[in-house]
């Protein structure tokens, strides 16, 4: 299991509640590079002999191993990033879910799919491994987003290189460690710290088949132009400003909780999280009123306390102002802002906000706030919120709420995203594929789909 050591700002681990680097870490060197890359087209060489079952049943072991050691896996991540522990845990489970469903379903998944034939004989695709893949991982989910591009390919035979983000070291290095515990080959997972030319070097390299990126418009622009360069498979899951239409309710707690849970959610920073409540006008002015509340009761929170009524740091200093930077400017163009105080001592914290009044000609119109801001916008027709809706350049999820689940579900029907949902926030699940349209990216991950994406699909013909 390579463990390879960072990019300019550095791979360290920053305290968000306090802004203090507890830990730092050395950039990879270009011989370690080539030393990864020699030894994941190796690893794949002998990872794709195994039989898809004997792949399975170490990757169960990877899963068993996320479940048993998800309080301490939290804690690293609280730390690095600022995540509540109780939502750490959380996602620790999930990938022991994901894991398992990988490790469990893949032999169905990949199992040959036989093709009429018009001229006789037979035909099948057989779903083949492809070889070395790197996985460019974010911050927000630091386990998560590993394990749901790590756990398929790895039971169909593919090899992993990955790169996480610059302030997620340490949890990267222990999932390598989790790897190699649970019995996965040398060569065959490979954590490195390595610098965006090095991300270059590695796309461009004749022993990596293909690359994943999950992160900003601007990494997966950057990535999609080497990969394509080179001739290299891309999945990007990239950003989101996801529609949350609200047509009506007979209670309104019922209505705002699970609006305001979501957006709260990981402080706010979740690609698919709703970012833009567009809510009927004969009930938006108890729902701002409501929103508005929950932000002015909640209270700050160490990531061991946080959840109901206390919240998080942001990941990073960096991040908070920049958030900050965008409501400033909302504001000076006129729109309404409640809450968003950034910390004055130097540590992560912004107050949750709710944030009113935006209209087209606003840079928040069209950006993405990726942090604890409820931004609700006032329509008065079913139409008129689908438009809205709509009009954003991005295309991850959506979702629609109405008592009459047939009015909310022929909204939803029309939603231009690759995840759409009707009466809930999101479908979520080891077996629910996860992917977006437009500048939200391209690709699927998790469900079935998530194990058709770096696949030589062989046509295998048999004359009679």
């Known amino acids: 299991m390579s463990n390879v050591g960072s990019a300019a700002g550095g791979y360290r681990v920053e305290n968000p509640a306090t802004g203090e680097v507890v830990e730092s870490f050395d950039n990879a060197t270009d011989a370690q590079i080539e030393e990864v890359l020699d030894a994941a087209h190796k690893g794949y060489l002998a990872w794709r002999e195994k039989t898809i079952e004997e792949r399975g049943a170490i990757v169960n072991k990877v899963a068993a191993l996320f479940g048993e050691r998800k309080e301490e896996l939290a804690t690293v991540i609280a730390l690095e990033m600022g995540k509540p522990v109780a939502e750490g845990i959380e996602e620790a489970e999930f990938c022991e879910a994901i894991f398992n469903y990988y490790a469990d379903n893949g032999p169905k998944f990949a199992a040959d799919e036989p093709i009429e034939s018009m001229s006789g004989g037979k035909a099948f695709i057989q779903r083949r491994p492809v070889g070395a893949l790197l996985g460019i991982m974010p911050w927000n989910f630091p386990y998560y987003q590993v394990a749901r591009f790590a756990a398929p390919n790895l039971v169909l035979g593919n090899t992993i290189i990955l790169k996480h983000a610059e302030i997620c070291p340490r949890s990267s290095a222990i999932i390598a460690d989790m790897m190699k515990e649970a019995g996965i080959p040398e060569g065959v997972y490979n954590n490195i710290y390595a610098t965006h030319e090095q991300i270059e070097t590695i796309i461009a390299d004749d022993r990596v088949e293909g690359v994943s990126l999950t992160g900003s418009e601007r990494a997966g622009s950057a990535v999609a132009a080497t990969a394509g360069k080179n001739l290299k498979k891309a999945v990007l899951e990239l950003g989101g400003s996801d529609p949350y239409i609200v047509l009506d309710t007979d209670n309104m707690d019922e209505a705002v909780d699970p609006a305001w849970g979501t957006r709260l959610y990981n402080t706010g920073q979740v690609c698919n999280a709703n970012k833009r409540m567009i809510v009927m006008d004969d009930i938006y002015e108890d729902f701002v009123s409501g929103l508005t509340k ?171």
């Open 294 to 464: 929950r932000a002015q009761d909640w209270t700050k929170g160490t990531p061991d306390e946080a959840g109901d009524g206390k919240y998080s740091p942001m990941s990073s200093r960096g991040a908070a102002e920049n958030l900050r930077k965008q409501l400033d400017r909302a504001v000076e163009q006129g729109a309404t802002l409640v809450g968003g105080e950034l910390a004055d001592d130097g540590s992560a914290y912004v107050s949750p906000a709710v944030l009113t009044g935006v209209t087209s000609d606003m840079d928040a119109y069209r950006e993405e706030l990726f942090g604890p801001v409820a931004t609700v916008y006032k329509v008065g027709s079913d139409d008129d919120a689908l438009k809205l809706a709509n009009d954003t350049r991005f295309g991850l999820g959506g979702a629609v709420f109405a008592k009459d689940p047939e009015r909310a579900a022929k909204l939803a029907q029309r939603l231009d995203v690759g995840m759409t949902n009707v009466n809930t926030p999101g479908g979520e699940g080891a077996e629910i594929p996860f992917g977006g349209t437009k500048r939200s990216g391209f690709g699927r991950e998790l469900g079935p789909y998530g194990m058709d994406e770096f696949v030589n699909k062989r046509m295998y013909y048999v004359a009679d």
